[in-house]
């Protein structure tokens, strides 16, 4: 019987080895099947429930295709949504961008040793931590009582900040209920994914082409638009897809430090949990679907998954 078995095994192991082919479909099927149900059959369901409709009378889901559902994100309230949310991901993307280039810049030109390891740890720290633990930790940092508007009283800038927060276009009385708190906690939570691709796109920037910037007479800042920025723009992109995209689709941010103004992520659980509208639901969560489809496809062209 052992021996019969240790013959099928060395059949099974002579066949891969000749059919190396058939040894890589055996490896990846798996995998491929539980994507392929899973994830892509669940896009698939969400693609077809956005073709249906609501009947306005009786509520219940109307199953004839059609593209009225899609025309109500033209409705004012609900394109203003869908404009909400993609400000504030290009914003949040472009904020950490510029708050990322500097630290990834002096990572990848001057630290090392320890202050390399250091540097890792300080950018990965953050993502250790419980993304809720995170997120409420920073609504009380933004509340009235908290260390932030204690420290904007200290330099005699609550005035300031009261009047900004009293503007009707940022929303809310405070910074926890505020589109700037949502925007600093976006930015806090999402800048890893964004210092860690532009640093390593930095990492590749040969050291003798910013020699030869500095010996044909370029000055540092020549350098740095000329030289240093165009290598660095495919991690600079890589990292946008991360910040771009997790920005568009979350809803814990939004729900917990937001105001009463809905994103997208909100606007899917309202419509599918309360109102029962599954097909605007749907429809709203194919938005960053084909929002990210058109971001990806110019990223590919600058070279950003080069950077990945």
Excluded: C
Excluded at 13 to 27: C, I
Excluded at 38 to 55: M, N
């Amino acid at each position: 019987m052992v021996a019969s078995h240790q013959g099928l095994a060395q059949r099974v192991s002579d066949a891969f080895w000749r059919r190396p082919r058939l040894l890589l479909l055996v490896l990846l099927l798996p995998p491929l099947l539980w994507l392929g149900v899973v994830y892509v059959g669940s896009l698939f369901a969400l693609l077809v429930q956005s073709f249906f409709s609501i009947d306005e009378f009786t509520g219940l889901i109307n199953y004839e295709v059609t593209l009225k559902t899609y025309a109500e994100l033209l409705q004012p309230a609900n394109f203003d949504i869908i404009l909400r949310t993609t400000l504030m991901a290009a914003s949040v993307t472009v904020a950490a961008a510029i708050v990322a280039f500097p630290i990834a810049y002096y990572a990848a030109r001057y630290a090392r040793g320890p202050m390399k390891a250091l540097f890792y740890l300080g950018v990965m720290l953050p993502l250790w931590s419980s993304y809720l633990v995170k997120v409420y930790a920073w609504k009380l940092i933004l509340a009235k009582e908290g260390i932030l508007n204690w420290m904007v009283e200290g330099i005699g800038a609550s005035a300031v900040l009261n009047a900004v927060l009293s503007m009707p276009v940022i929303g809310g009385g405070s910074l926890s209920v505020s589109y700037i708190g949502t925007f600093l906690v976006f930015l806090y939570v999402w800048l890893p994914y964004m210092v860690l691709p532009v640093q390593a796109a930095l990492e590749r920037v040969p050291q003798n082409l910013l020699e030869a910037s500095g010996d044909l007479g370029a000055s540092p800042g020549q350098t740095l638009r000329h030289v240093i920025l165009p290598l660095a723009l495919p991690g600079i992109i890589a990292g946008s897809i991360f910040t771009f995209s997790l920005t568009l689709g979350d809803y814990i941010i939004p729900q917990i430090i937001g105001s009463s103004r809905l994103f997208i992520g909100q606007a899917v659980y309202a419509h599918q949990g309360t109102a029962g509208n599954i097909p605007l639901a749907a429809a709203f969560a194919v938005v960053p679907i084909v929002i990210m489809g058109f971001y990806l496809w110019m990223a590919k062209r600058k070279g950003a998954f080069d950077a990945l």
